[in-house]
């Protein structure tokens, strides 16, 4: 059935991406405490109205992501290489055609399976990338067989680390998007993100520190409607002496840029301070 809809043409999702994105805004108020409420913490400076266009203007990118991901059911390579241009792909492909396996990071900007798929097509290596499990069987395949169409290899986050090192001989790219919250239980660092003091993830650099994997974030705009640009920017060389935690840091930082340059972009239904930094300790 996904596959049916997905040979829908693009202008005929666009027009339904349009209209459910007014009716989730005028009608459904979809999500929309949850959205408004994190535009206050993060723009408490900008007016109403601003907060409001951003809130509108998200609504409807999110709904054109989503006919995008249903879209790219059915599509060829070649079509996801055309609409997802990597800008700087030399300077990615250094490491690995030195024979260095390399880690990038991304954030929920724009298409971010998009993102995935383009990258896989146009790298020349293979890509592994982390994802959380569903407990839905059902949604566990799709996710896995949407995601893995074009190549990319899917591994439990819990189990990135163990897995990495069986394929250590494997020259390979290691994706993970870290941008969202960590479970209380998991260990995790807190940062000033947005404005808010805000819990990362640190299981991407401790797996970078281990095997000294150099680390590039992945920075997606859109460049018209179901087109996107991807650019590569180093965060750390894999040699550099830093501090714990400061990997970490530069990826808040680089996640950070994106989101106040393009606002609309980022997943705003998703409940990013899902709990507050502890008074005492860490």
């Not at 520190?209 to 060389?237: E, H, K, N, Q």
């Not at 840091?249 to 709990?275: G, H, I």
Request: with cysteine.
């Amino acid at each position: 059935m996904l596959k049916v809809f997905s040979r829908v043409p693009f202008w005929a999702l666009y027009g339904l991406a349009a209209f459910v994105a007014w009716l989730a805004f005028h009608v459904l108020r979809h999500r929309s405490h949850v959205i408004e409420a994190q535009l206050v913490k993060v723009f408490p400076a900008l007016g109403a109205e601003e907060r409001r266009g951003i809130h509108r203007q998200f609504l409807r990118n999110y709904c054109q992501v989503m006919v995008e991901i249903l879209k790219s059911a059915s599509m060829p390579e070649a079509s996801i290489a055309e609409r997802v241009q990597i800008v700087n792909l030399p300077t990615v492909r250094a490491d690995l055609d030195a024979g260095r396996s390399i880690m990038f990071m991304t954030s929920h900007m724009n298409n971010w399976e998009w993102l995935l798929q383009g990258v896989t097509v146009q790298l020349g290596y293979p890509v592994d990338a982390a994802y959380k499990p569903i407990r839905d069987p059902r949604g566990e395949r799709l996710l896995l067989e949407l995601r893995s169409r074009c190549g990319a290899r899917l591994v439990p986050a819990k189990d990135l680390l163990s897995d990495h090192l069986r394929r250590r001989n494997i020259v390979h790219a290691l994706a993970i998007n870290a941008d969202q919250a960590p479970a209380q239980k998991e260990r995790h660092q807190w940062t000033r993100f947005l404005g808010q003091d805000t819990a990362f993830y640190v299981g991407a650099e401790q797996i970078a520190r281990a095997t000294r994997l150099p680390i590039f974030y992945a920075s997606m705009r859109r460049v018209r409607r179901g087109y996107y640009a991807v650019t590569f920017t180093p965060l750390w060389d894999g040699r550099e002496r830093t501090e714990p935690g400061e990997l970490t840091e530069r990826y808040a930082r680089a996640c950070e840029a994106d989101v106040l340059e393009r606002p609309a972009d980022w997943l705003w239904t998703y409940r990013r301070w899902r709990f507050a930094k502890p008074l005492y300790g860490a």
